[in-house]
T-cell receptor, first 112, second 113 residues
Framework: DAKTTQPPSMDCAEGRAANLPCNHS???????VYWYRQIHSQGPQYIIH???NNETNEMASLIITEDRKSSTLILPHATLRDTAVYYC?????????????FGTGTRLTIIP | DAGITQSPRHKVTETGTPVTLRCHQT?????MYWYRQDPGHGLRLIHY???????DKGEVSDGYSVSRSKTEDFLLTLESATSSQTSVYFC????????????FGQGTRLTVV
């Protein structure tokens, strides 16, 4: 399984775009990049995932570099409710969701 | 929100007693998962199921067993609870094995004293 590296913490001003980086230099060609977040002690919440192309949904955008060795999750207009731990996960190939490996993630704090 | 219900939400039990946690879903999803979350470890997979009566071990399966007799229910049993099993337990479901999101329940906080 490809491993990911994320900064342990980040701050972002309310209303600004929050850009969360993730390195996954050992990703395989058929592995996806997933992002989840966990608000306080709730269950993790799916945000977005992608393979090669950039993806956007109502919550966020996912930018994957051309070599696929890193990605950035963008929350376009951060609010206080976006304060959470964000997990970048690489999974796929021969494995499915049984290999979703949640590390320690990035603790994002939105500052009023 | 996906229809996932975990019960109980909180439980305190004594060392050596059996404990069963229940995960119930109303989404008719094939795949179900049990995770535990401890400080400094993120979420770790205990067991998962890929269909009725079809289960497999995850990363930290020792001391746990599971059963799935119906699509909607996935039970996690601690045969003889130990203090090291004090944790927050999350159930998750997904419709397919790959290229899809997993939906998580709200968690069960288990304390073994």
């Amino acid at each position: 399984d490809a491993k990911t590296t994320q900064p342990p913490s980040m701050d972002c001003a309310e209303g600004r775009a929050a850009n969360l980086p993730c390195n996954h230099s050992t990703i395989s060609g058929n592995e996806y990049v997933y992002w989840y977040r966990q608000i306080h002690s709730q269950g993790p919440q799916y945000i977005i995932h992608g393979l090669k192309n950039n993806e956007t949904n109502e919550m966020a955008s996912l930018i994957i570099t051309e070599d696929r060795k890193s990605s950035t999750l963008i929350l376009p207009h951060a609010t206080l409710r976006d304060t959470a731990v964000y997990y970048c996960i690489v999974s796929g190939g021969d494995f499915g969701n049984e290999k979703l490996t949640f590390g320690t993630g990035t603790r994002l704090t939105i500052i009023p | 929100d996906a229809g996932i219900t975990q019960s109980p939400r909180h439980k305190v039990t004594e060392t050596g007693t059996p404990v069963t946690l229940r995960c119930h879903q109303t989404e008719n999803h094939r795949y179900m998962y049990w995770y535990r979350q401890d400080p400094g470890h993120g979420l770790r997979l205990i067991h998962y199921s890929y269909g009725v009566k079809d289960t497999d071990k995850g990363e930290v399966s020792d001391g746990y067993s599971v059963s799935r007799s119906k699509t909607e229910d996935f039970l996690l049993t601690l045969e003889s609870a130990t203090s090291s099993q004090t944790s927050v337990y999350f159930c998750a479901i997904s419709g397919t094995r790959q290229n899809t999101e997993a939906f998580f329940g709200q968690g069960t906080r288990l304390t073994v004293v």
